[in-house]
């Protein structure tokens, strides 16, 4: 059976291609504002965001798994989204330098207009109190990478810098918690036991 991912993040790609799955890619042109403005908890909005994309793509795909991912973050009480320019990343930065964030990457597998399975996991990370110094010089090294990802960091780049204590799963942090996919998938008969 195919596998897509229906989205156009290269990690999540790269997470599941390196765990040695075939997988296509298939962006969904949903609106994720309308579900982002529902008041949802930021849990709730993470799993309604990867089954809605799921389905979105399901729709094109009914014979194939569709695999919908998001990652929301979240901070004393305020919701993050991906930064949209320099501004917005180094507020961003700003405000979550010396405290510490939660991270929630859900995840949802869809087959023709069923949901299979979804799922969500959390991890904890605190951002040191960094020097205005070294903000300056990360997002001038960073550059357009720092819109790629909520809160304007990759992890598995010079974004790791910004941390003194990282708690949970790091494919989670990564935005994917692969492991809880990759068990799925084997208690479907999708990939060997």
């Known amino acids: 059976m195919s ?3 229906a989205s156009a993040s290269q990690s999540r790609a790269d997470l599941l291609r390196g765990a040695g799955l075939e997988i296509t890619t298939k962006a969904s042109d ?3 504002e309308v579900i982002k ?3 949802l908890s930021v849990v709730g909005t993470a799993l309604n965001l ?3 994309k799921a389905f979105a793509v399901a729709t094109e795909y009914p014979d194939s798994l569709v695999i919908g991912a998001d990652q929301m973050m979240e901070c004393a009480g305020q919701r993050f989204d991906k930064p949209k320019n320099l501004d ?3 507020d961003q930065l700003s405000f979550l330098r010396g405290k510490t964030h939660r991270l929630i990457s859900a995840v949802a597998i869809v087959r023709g207009q069923e949901c299979l399975w979804s799922h969500h996991q959390c991890a904890e990370l605190d951002m040191r109190a960094f020097s205005d110094a070294f ?4 997002i001038k090294e960073m550059g357009d990478d720092l819109f790629t990802t909520v809160g304007g960091y990759r992890l598995e780049s010079q974004g790791v810098q910004l941390f003194n204590r990282i708690e949970g799963d790091y494919f989670t942090i990564l935005g994917l918690p692969l492991l809880a996919v990759l068990d799925f998938l084997r208690t479907q008969d999708i990939i060997q036991r």
């Open 30 to 32: 949903l609106d994720e």
């Open 135 to 138: 903000l300056d010089r990360y």
């Open 3 to 5: 596998l897509i991912l």
């Open 50 to 52: 990867s089954t809605a």
């Open 37 to 39: 403005g529902q008041g």
């Open 88 to 90: 917005q990343a180094r």
